[in-house]
Nanobody, 118 residues
Framework: QVQLLESGGGSVLAGGSLKLSCVGRGFTFTRCGMGWYRQAPGKERELVSSINSDGIIRYADSVKGRFTISQDNAKNMLYLQMDNLKLDDTAVYYC????????????WGQGTQVTVSS
């Protein structure tokens, strides 16, 4: 069964850090594209950071300089290091990726809650 499983969410004070992890089960992260998204209450899901098929990394303007996406191919893991967290970073964070070698089969994880408080 193909799954993306996120972990590492939690509650943190503003200015703090969290590191989200996403493990791929039943597939191997390919170079077709993967990323982290988030959805805050009452808002649409938005891109936080992604790695495309050329290995180019993108960040949302709101997280540039604070968040870092990375991957460990040996462990089939995708990470999101989040530093200097702000109240507006509160959201459910989702890992997503193409799970098939032909760059199809986009899958979402179940999400992990990140809550930033003052």
């Amino acid at each position: 069964q193909v799954q993306l499983l996120e972990s590492g969410g939690g509650s943190v004070l503003a200015g703090g850090s969290l590191k989200l992890s996403c493990v791929g089960r039943g597939f191997t992260f390919t170079r077709c594209g993967m990323g982290w998204y988030r959805q805050a209450p009452g808002k649409e899901r938005e891109l936080v950071s992604s790695i495309n098929s050329d290995g180019i990394i993108r960040y949302a303007d709101s997280v540039k300089g604070r968040f870092t996406i990375s991957q460990d191919n040996a462990k089939n893991m995708l990470y999101l290091q989040m530093d200097n967290l702000k109240l507006d970073d509160t959201a459910v964070y989702y890992c997503a990726a193409y799970t098939l070698l032909d760059c199809s089969g986009w899958k979402w994880g179940q999400g992990t809650q990140v809550t930033v408080s003052s």
